[in-house]
């Protein structure tokens, strides 16, 4: 595939995850930002849940994983670490992995969300993974070393919010709709720069 084709991958994880996200979560008036996860969108007994898990997260973690290669392709021209390319494809790998298994938020010992829980974990640890291997990467194309700066501030931002649960119990899920946010405007920020990556592009100078 093409460097826009994989682009557009990512582009269209980002579209079809946060669609779904709110065109199910208007669905349900109890459904609040503030202290519902949002795997409860997918959770078991609840309306619809098998629409989350198919688009929201099985449908955009095949599209994460399917775009990782394609950026690792562009970025990667000379000989590199594959721990960037791995990474984010097991994130997405792991993201499907939390659709197959709905959270049982009643029972949060049963198996189902046990294996929820680990893909929903596994998928952001792994994201952190590639996001600080890939600017050793972007370092070495003038194209892609204007990335480095706000892609490590968006990685910074989902570390910051993730305890926001710690520091704000009462309104516990806001900050996970942060450190999404974020971690789709990585996706989308790198997969729009792979859109329009010119055919050619320079290798940044030795000590640059």
Sequence with gaps: MKNKTYGLLGIASVLT??????ILSAQRPEYSMFTKAISELGSVNVPNKWVWNSLGYMLTGILIAIYAVGLYKNMAITKSSKIPLYSILLSGVLMVVSGIFPGDFENRQSTSMLLHTLGSFG??????????????????????KSAKKPTLIFTYVTIVFGAWAFIFPNIPAFGQRIVFLFYFLWICYTAIKLYRFPKKSPIAKKGA
């Excluded at 995850?17 to 709110?22: D, E």
């Excluded at 998928?123 to 892609?144: C, D, E, N, Q, R």
């Design 17 to 22: 995850f946060w669609t779904t996200y709110f």
């Design 123 to 144: 998928s952001y640890i792994f994201f952190l993974v590639g996001a600080f291997t890939y600017p050793k990467i972007m370092h070495k194309t003038a194209y892609w």
